[in-house]
Each structure stands twice: as C-alpha cells, then as structure tokens.
C-alpha cells in the first residue's frame, strides 16, 4: 500500500494488544465525503441498544473519520451514527444506529437489529495450506452451504447443513469420491431477506442480498457455534475451510459485491446509505437509484472508496479466511466507470488481477449485469475466468430443443458446427492469449432448471414464489421428451436419463473450466421451479436417498472425471495456432461420419449432425495423450467410419452415453472398421499408437463456422 493510502486500515483495529486479549486502544476508521458529524457509539455489553460511550470521530480531507477507545476490545458491540446535509442523495440521521462497513462480526439484539463486534479473530491453521490445483484440473462443484448437506443422513443431526457438516468427513469423501476438486459455494457473506420477501412469509435461501462484506452468515453454523457469538461462528468457517484444504478441496465464493441489502431508496438504511449514500450508490443528480443489478441499489464503482471496499473484503477472505478463489455475481457492474459503461481496464477489474495480496487467488467472473451493455462475454482482461452462457445454450439447444424441434417438424434448426465450437474451447469467445480456461462450462448453475427438470418441464413453474409465474425466465432451451413433469412411461425415461447423459459428457469432455451444480449428478428435481430463490426447504435440498438410476447417473459423472483426469487431451491449456506446435494445447482433426475431412455441408447440415473429432495434446507437463470423441445429434442410428490418422493403431471405447451402466470391458477397435452410433449419443474413445501428425491448432476438416 502506499505510504499516504487515505482509505488504509479502514474499520477497527487494535494497537497494543496481543491475541485476543482485551488490552490496547481500539481505533476506528470510517468514510463518508458527506458526512458533517460521525459518531462512534460503543454499547452496553448487556443491552445492545443503550449506547455507553460515544466517541467524535474527526474529519480527514480524504473524507475518511477517526477515532480511538479503549472499549473498542474484542466481544464489543459498538455501531455509528453520521449527520450530514439533506437533499434528495442524501439520507442522514443523526439518531440512527448504522453498521460499520468494514464490521468483521456483527450481532443481533432481541429485537433482530444488527450491531457492529469486535472480532477476536485468533486461529490455529497448524499445517493447512491451500491445494492450488492446477487450472486445467479444477472441476468446479457449485453448492449451498446448508442445501447440500440439510438431507444428507450420514451426519449427525447437529451438523447438517451447516459448515461443520461441510467439512465432515462424509460429505469429503463424497466429493472426493465424485473427483471434484473445487467446491464453489452460494453467498455466505451474512445476508438478509428482501422486505418484500420477509411480507409474504417467504426468505432469500441463495443469499444474493449482503448485509456486510467481512462477516459469515451466522445461520449456517451449529447452534452450538450461533450460542457461542460471532467469533464461534467465524471459526468454524475457517475450521471448515481448513478441513477441506486438508482433504486437497478448494473451496470459492460467491460474492456479491453488485449491491447491498439497503435495496430501492424506500428499503431499510443500516449501513452505506445513511453513512453516504451519494458517495456509494449509484445516483441521478435528482437521487433516482441507477440499478444495474435488479436488485434495488447498484454500488458505484467509479468510487475509490467502493473499489477499495472490494479489494479489502476480498483480502480479508483469501488470507484470514484462507479462501481459494471467488465467483463474482453481476460483474459487469464491478466494471461500469463514471458514465456507468462498461470499461474492461475499469481500475477495479485491474486491481482484483494485480493485487499482491491476491495472486493465485482464482477469479470467476459473472460476465453480466441487467444494464443497458450488460452482456460482456469474452470482452474481461485476461486472468479471469468468465460463466460461458453461450457454452449452455447450445449444449442445451443440441441435446434437447433440436430434438424437440426435429420430432415436431422433421429436422432439427441447425447442424452440428456450433457446438463444436464450444465443444473446443469457445475460441470465437475468448482472445487467443486467454486460452480455453478462460470459459466456465455449465449447463446448469443455481438458478434455472436442475439438470433433471431441463429433460422434464418445457414451461417453468414458479406459482410458489409468490409472483404469479412471471419470474423466472422463459427461454429454458429445455424439452420434457413427451409429458410435463413426473412420468413411469419408461420409454420418456429412458430418453430423459440419457439426455442427462449427454449434457454431463458435452460439459465434462469439453475444454474449459466445467462446473457442476450440486445435485445435478444425482438427478435433483425442483419439481419445474427455476427461480427456486425464496424457497428453503425440501424443494431446493439435496435429497441423498435415491433410486437405482440416480446411483447409475452418478457412477457416470465420476467415470467422465476420471476420464478428463486421465486423458490431458481433453482439458488443454492454451489455443492451437495453426502451422504451429503450441505447449499444451491440442491438435485437432475433425471427421465426418463416413471417416473423411469434414466440408462445410458436414458442419452446417441440420440432416447431418455427426462429428468425430480427434484431439491429440502437445505434451509440456504429462506424457503424450490423443482421444476421439464422437457425437451424434440424430434419433436415428448412424454407421461411423472411425478415421484413420497418422500414429493412431487403435481406438479403445472408454465411455458410450447410449448406456445407462458402465461396462468395465473396454472394446478395442481400428481405424477403419465400421460401429453403429446409438440415436443421440456421445462416445469417447482412447486412441493409441505414436504421436504424429498437423502442429497443433490444425484441422482434418476446417473450423466449425456454425
């Protein structure tokens, strides 16, 4: 930091103390550009709305207050109260209690309003230490922190659903188990439920509606650790993360730095809008809320100060909380200058990649926001990783809408070429310095369908959040196969259960960064529900007592991590260039169904459909790997002529999404030889002999235009 940083060691912190000892002077540090009075107000340790002592804080010309006491120690509830001018950007209360942005633990009084508290922050990580799985081996497991273990019977009763029963050694091994190696977890920054939710009997169960920055939900904890205050709350978070790390699991965040929980200018003020609201939020010169997000209020990060909140929480997470990586919510708002337009060298999007405090921190980007510009895929600066929507779409639209649509008019809306595409690594999406692991694959994420409910429902059915089933979205790319919703007809079933299949391989044999949402491996239905936000309870659970084909639908998941683990062909690192040899990327041969060069007529063919694709790695840190892939998008049959390539003997079958159970035998075939492809299926083969053959980045057939 700089030596005259004006916004350095904002928040509380203590001189003279050691530990967590209750010796020293506490020091507090608060901005507010507006402010004309800022008044620390310490509280009674036994009543927490009667203010003990009040401190003056005094003014900066960097608009940041200061002020010291000796009650300031650990266990302390304090709060603020500003004063300031009147206007239509402003909303100053000399009488109201606010929360110190920068608060690392809050606490509720009987009343359920929230106060400041000094943290004792003390923990023994002994030996833990980060896993630092590298990039092209992380496998991304999207959870909540209670949905995931709320149900699971292996725990203790006191345990599930709470971040101790995360860290149990159950659901480790069930992870590891899954050979998932990065488990991103939904908001848990202590939130609140929207007003409007709170009216209608209803609660925010995902958790995108922060309260504060630097505090863990207290209601994913143990009773035992919710009893023991704040500080039992904040160490069993890092004993979670401790424990995970220890077992080789990173684990992500999902931050939401978009927007606060004071909502619309009607909402309730506990912090940033009655400290400043015209310096923190987003504003016309008249006070209309500028909202980038849908959620009320947008903070503005053309701000220093709104940057630097960001920068410290962020901090604060990956070295006292020892946290892998984050996943940001709305990001294109993070990115919105003064003008509010989108600038992908925004100082904030700059400083998250460049922070020394920050490096080998992994950053996931939400590429979006609901703004005039928001849609800004591929356009982040290279370091971060980005949710590729379009890399959902078509793997959704090529497994199930063009199947609906092929059934309904006799030919599906387009070929195969799109899909390859992605298929590769979205190299039409992302600069060619950003490589293939800039895109997040998914094909389902916390909101929208499960992946169960996308091969069930054509139509959402959201009537239980209270809004008349206008929420959520409509455009599902999805396709019930014959009947809405629950069915025994086994032949819908069976064509669900491997639509399921296919989506699983195109997401987990695809290059890129894949991300699975929790519960899709096992088949979890919200019974057509794709805004399942207000709703905490069986419906958005993980149900762990399954059926015979749930156990087969997760069998399958980890026979297709094992093969991305095995076969480094499958997860390069960077794009091919043509003519060129390129470390760690793959040289790609594309064969039509008859084993020859695909033409243009292959790629774009709505009659067609049919791919091999042949990867080969360039060898920088594992031995030599080369794979075929094939995918059939037709519900007909198909003869495939496995193609004959320089330094390929054979093929061994490793996986066929046709079959619902694994077959330990794998068949071996030659180039050549004649296979029946089942209907709408993907198979995966090893193909072995000596390395040989185009640098990498070439092509047996040209680029997939699609």
């Known amino acids: 930091m700089p030596a005259n940083d004006p916004f350095e060691r904002l928040g509380v912190t203590r001189s003279g103390a050691t530990g967590g000892s209750d010796t020293g002077t506490g020091e507090i540090r608060v901005f507010s550009a507006n402010a004309t009075a800022v008044e620390l107000c310490v509280l009674d340790a036994h ?15 960097d608009g940041v207050w200061h002020g010291a006491s000796a009650a300031l120690v650990p266990g302390a509830r304090y709060a603020l109260r500003a004063d300031g001018p009147t206007g239509p950007r402003h909303d100053f209360d000399r009488e109201r209690l606010l929360l110190d942005p920068y608060a690392r633990g809050l606490a509720r009084t009987p009343d359920g309003a929230w106060r400041s508290y000094v943290q004792d922050e003390t923990f023994d990580w002994g030996a833990s230490v980060k896993p630092r799985v590298p990039r092209d081996r992380v496998v991304l497991y999207e959870a909540h922190v209670k949905g995931l273990t709320k149900l699971l019977p292996e725990l203790p009763e006191e345990l599930r659903g709470t971040y101790a029963g995360l860290a149990h050694p159950a659901t480790i091994d069930y992870l590891l188990d899954l050979e998932v190696t990065t488990i991103e977890l939904l908001p848990m920054h202590q939130f609140v439920s929207e007003q409007r939710l709170q009216g209608q009997g209803l609660v925010n169960y995902w958790g995108y509606n922060t309260l504060n920055f630097f505090t863990p939900h207290a209601a994913y904890a143990t009773r035992a650790a919710q009893f023991g205050g704040t500080g039992a709350v904040l160490r069993e978070v890092k004993g979670m993360v401790k424990l995970l790390h220890e ?55 053309s ?5 630097r909140l960001v920068l410290d929480s962020l901090r604060y997470w990956a070295n006292e909380v020892q946290i892998d990586g984050f996943r940001f919510d709305l990001m294109a708002t993070l990115g919105r200058d003064a003008g509010a337009e989108f600038d992908p060298e925004h100082p904030l999007l700059r400083a998250i990649l460049d922070d020394p405090a920050l490096q080998g921190v992994t950053m996931i980007s939400e590429p979006w926001d609901v703004g005039m510009g928001g849609w800004q895929v591929g ?43 992605r298929i ?22 916390h909101d929208g369908f499960t992946l169960a409910d996308l091969t069930a429902y054509n139509a959402k059915h959201n009537i239980g959040n209270g809004e008349d089933n206008r929420d959520g979205t409509d455009n599902n790319r999805s396709f019930n196969f014959g009947v809405e919703g629950a069915t025994d007809d086994p032949v819908i079933t ?10 699983l391989g195109t997401l987990l044999l695809s290059a890129g960064m894949p991300m699975l949402t929790a519960g899709d491996e096992i088949g979890r239905t ?11 309870s069986e419906l958005t659970w993980v149900d762990w007592h399954l059926e015979g084909w749930q156990h087969d639908l997760r069998r399958v998941v980890q026979r297709l991590l094992q093969l991305r683990r095995e076969n480094p062909a499958l997860r390069p690192v960077r794009y091919g260039r043509w003519g060129e040899t390129v470390p760690s990327a793959t040289q790609m041969d594309w064969y039509n169904n008859d084993g020859n ?18 990867a080969a790695s360039t060898p920088e840190f594992e031995p030599f790997n080369r794979i075929l892939l094939i995918v059939h998008g037709l519900e007909d049959p198909v003869e495939v002529t496995l193609p004959a390539h320089e330094g390929v003997d054979t093929y061994t079958l490793l996986w066929d999404s046709a079959h619902d159970r694994l077959d330990e035998h794998e068949p071996v075939h030659t180039p050549g030889e004649r296979l029946t492809v089942g209907p709408t299926s993907m198979l995966l083969f090893r193909a072995d002999g000596e390395p040989g053959g185009a640098a990498a980045g070439a092509t047996g057939g040209g680029a997939a235009d699609g």
């Open 424 to 445: 590769t690594g979205s190299a039409h999406v992302f600069a060619a310095e950003r490589g293939p692991l800039a895109s997040v694959n998914f094909v389902t994420a």
């Open 303 to 307: 701000q220093p100060v709104a940057q």
């Open 597 to 614: 060069a695909m033409t243009m007529e292959d790629w774009d063919s709505p009659a067609e459909r049919t791919l091999q694709y042949l």
């Open 379 to 421: 356009r982040f600066p290279a370091g971060y990783h980005e949710w590729n929507d379009g890399f959902r779409d078509r793997a959704r639209a090529f497994w199930l809408t063009d199947v609906g649509a092929a059934r309904a008019h006799g030919s599906a809306p387009e070929g195969i070429g799109s899909l390859a595409r």
């Open 526 to 536: 919200q019974r057509g529900n794709n805004n399942a936000y207000c709703h905490d």
């Open 47 to 61: 009543d927490p709305d009667w203010v003990a002592e009040t401190v003056d804080l005094e003014p900066t010309p």
């Open 247 to 301: 077992a080789g699991l990173e684990v992500v965040l999902d931050v939401v730095y978009n927007h606060t929980a004071e909502e619309g200018p009607d909402g309730p003020t506990t912090s940033f809008r009655g400290l400043d609201a015209a310096t923190y939020y987003r504003q016309t010169a008249e006070g209309a809320y500028i909202d980038t997000t849908g959620c009320g209020n947008t903070l503005d990060f």
């Open 494 to 503: 069976t064509d669900r259960r491997k639509a399921m299949r296919n989506l």
